[in-house]
């Protein structure tokens, strides 16, 4: 026969059940004529199978608190670091590494690697909710968020598929690219209770492009767009560009935890440094404002300033912990009132005391703490510029501009590519931590 797993909460529950049905039989044999001719030994008995049901949950909620293996040493280079956790890491963090490297590889131009992790990293975005035991374990209330895989939050999946929008548009694929902009907003969105709407401007101006592109109508899109950007303009929607240059600045958003039981997911964000940058090419100079602010979209959801509460478990740990407080209160009280005889009051009250240590138990066992672990090298900022450019070689030069509007020092980018002659478009991606100079 297979053996079936059972978690610390189910077996806890399944145990005092038994037990229960145990005291239901004890208390109505409780009559002088039904009682054992041994003293106390029915209360014994029952007190034993409550002592055992304790102790098992107390191995069972242990269990869950083991320790865990230890993660590789970390050098500080994510290139080596990142694939070292990737396969010798704990599972749970696989996606966060696969998120963290791709970006890291981008700056770097090492675009076949970043496709490569963004594509397993998505792969297992779009299947952790389904009905395998992993996702239900996943959304178990007795398993601290810190344990669960990691997905990230929205921004943090949004910025997943943004970044593999772009990879697909440099590979010509406008197609996949626009499914990947229209994704990074679904997870932006509230899609079951519609409270609010993805309000990113980058993946909506680009679903607008491509689509326009691909011979599409894009109004919908751009009007979205147009609708959420602030301190920039867009500029017009024109099918025949044929180079685009995606730029990124500033640090990202870090989580914290506050809250009686850590519960609270907060962000903490840095000022950037960096506030535009300035593209010149082909005799031309064009200097671009953000369009996206990371922070802005951690710290938001559709517009309004929200923190992350994971208030299912919250409440449903104070609710178990007070119950239990009432139990055990409860119980202690109709002990005293059997004043020591061996009666069904008496058995009663032991009962609830029992079971208001289990309460406490369960309590003890739910995990509300916030997951804190981050992604924590993205940037702050996105932006584009789009152009009309003579195939042909090019060399591009970008420079990031303080908040007096002059290049900063040691951040100018220098990048060599080629637009194609085949009517595909030429795609360069530059971040202010991008190495320098690049062939892209």
Known sequence: MRRVATSPGRALVDCFMKQGSGMRGVVRSASPRGRSCTPGAGRRSV?????????????????????????????????????????????????????????????????????????????????????????????????????????????????????????????????????????????????????YAGDWVLPDYLEALATAKLGGDPTDALRRAQANVRGASLPPLDPAINTLVFLEFGPGPLKYATGAYGEQLRFRTTSSPVRSARLQVAGLSIQAAPVDDVNYQATTRGGRVMDHILGNKAVFKEATDTAGDAAIFGGAVLAAAGQGRKSAVDEAGAALVVAGLASKLVSAATRPQADTRTWDNLPQYLTFVQLRLPPGEHTATIEFLGTNGQPLPNRTKTIHFRVPTDGRDAVLFVSDTSITPQTQ
């Open 47 to 195: 007190s034993l199978g409550w002592s055992v049901c304790a102790v098992s949950a107390a191995v069972l909620l242990l269990g869950c608190a083991a320790s865990r293996p230890a993660a590789p040493p970390l050098t500080g280079d994510i290139l080596v670091d990142g694939p070292r956790m990737i396969a010798e890491g704990p599972p749970r963090d696989k996606v966060l590494w696969q998120y963290r490297t791709a970006a890291a590889a981008l700056r770097q131009g090492r675009f076949d690697l970043a496709r490569s992790l963004l594509d397993d990293a998505l792969l297992t975005l779009q299947g952790i909710h389904g009905p395998n035991p992993e996702a239900r374990k996943a959304r178990s209330l007795f398993r601290p968020e810190s344990v669960k895989p990691f997905l990230g939050e929205p921004y943090e999946r949004s910025m997943a598929y943004i970044y593999r929008g772009i990879l697909y548009w440099r590979d010509g694929e406008l197609d996949n690219a626009r499914a990947c902009f229209r994704s990074a907003q679904f997870e932006d969105s509230d899609t079951e209770q519609r409270a």
